[in-house]
């Protein structure tokens, strides 16, 4: 009888704690009450009341709804990255009304960089080139980042010999202060004999070594249509990217191009881009940081041929990349 009454007890217990978790859980997550103001109703410490808040959750007491724009982003997250088999990826809310192709993105890929970057433990951080990559930096806060190194995946020079508007290590290294080994190359170079030339140099192999060993690589996705990056930025010519498209390359990454498969295009351009090759990812972490319509079969090719195994895009874009 004893023993009974004794397993009676435990259980009346257990369910008036259930029932002082579920009050607490409505309170907090329904009535939108503070865990001070419910320690205050429900006369106990606000360490209590936390761990009430956390019971309902665990027990499945309260089913949690997120009523708000961004929810539909996690959902679209989530999606891409069971059928990519991504290790991070990031959806970013639309804007119908900008015409703008880094909008968000730009906001995402920064505070995701400036997590990396926050990490007491020194790692390498590898970077592409690019507007929206750019535009990444820009968002940057200053920060002391001296236990980190930052390596540029791309060339440094312009076509016409001058330091191109869009490469961001330097820009990036004066705002964290960490140490920073830009390529010291063009993007494409002149013939297939000079770029076997570059990647003799020892600084030019020194850099490669550092981002083949990046922890982390966030890279911009172009496209290969008539505005292409490459063309405009006068790094390959308009005969040279309507054979690249005969080829069939639709995207770029870092001056590669490739096809719908994410399988590198034989020769053409390709034979003489100085880039840091790219190829599928293996354990570390590659980031792709893009969206729009016009880049949408260069980032649903580079997922494909696993180039990039995280994504930072917007809204619409990942509802096409999912449909």
């Not at 410490?45 to 089913?63: D, F, W």
């Not at 880094?102 to 390498?124: D, F, K, M, N, Q």
């Not at 010999?161 to 004066?174: E, H, L």
């Not at 001056?255 to 293996?282: C, E, F």
Request: net charge neutral; hydrophobic share 45%; charged share 20%.
């Amino acid at each position: 009888m004893n023993g009974s009454s004794g397993m009676a007890r435990n259980g009346d217990r257990e369910d008036s704690r259930l029932d002082e978790a579920a009050r607490a859980g409505w309170l907090y997550y329904v009535a939108g009450n503070t865990q001070e103001e419910i320690a205050h109703k429900l006369g106990i410490s606000r360490q209590s009341a936390q761990r009430l808040v956390s019971l309902a959750i665990s027990r499945k007491l309260i089913k949690v709804r997120l009523d708000h724009p961004i929810a539909n982003c996690m959902a679209l997250a989530e999606a891409l990255t069971r059928r990519y088999d991504l290790k991070y990826c990031d959806v970013v809310p639309s804007d119908p009304a900008s015409t703008s192709t880094v909008l968000g993105v730009a906001e995402a890929a920064a505070a995701y960089l400036e997590r990396i970057l926050g990490s007491p433990t020194p790692l390498i951080l590898a970077l592409g080139t690019g507007r929206t990559i750019r535009a990444s930096v820009d968002q940057l806060p200053q920060m002391d980042c001296r236990q980190h190194k930052i390596v540029s995946l791309v060339g440094n020079i312009a076509p016409d010999g001058s330091a191109s508007f869009f490469d961001v290590i330097t820009k990036i290294s004066d705002t964290v202060k960490a140490p920073h080994f830009p390529m010291p190359v063009p993007v494409v170079a002149s013939s297939v004999e000079e770029k076997a030339v570059l990647l003799r140099l020892k600084p030019v192999k020194h850099v490669c070594d550092l981002a083949k060993r990046a922890d982390v690589t966030m890279v911009g996705i172009g496209s290969l249509d008539d505005n292409a990056p490459l063309f405009e930025d006068g790094f390959i010519t308009r005969g040279e990217l309507r054979a690249l498209r005969k080829a069939g390359a639709i995207g770029e990454i870092v001056g590669w191009a490739y096809d719908a498969d994410g399988q590198i295009v034989a020769g053409h351009t390709n034979q003489r881009v100085v880039s840091v090759p790219i190829g599928k990812v293996g354990q570390a972490t590659v980031i792709g940081a893009a969206m729009g319509p016009a880049k949408m079969a260069a980032i649903r090719a580079a997922l494909v041929g696993q180039l990039i195994n995280g994504l930072i895009t917007d809204e619409a874009t990942a509802k096409a990349l999912t449909g």
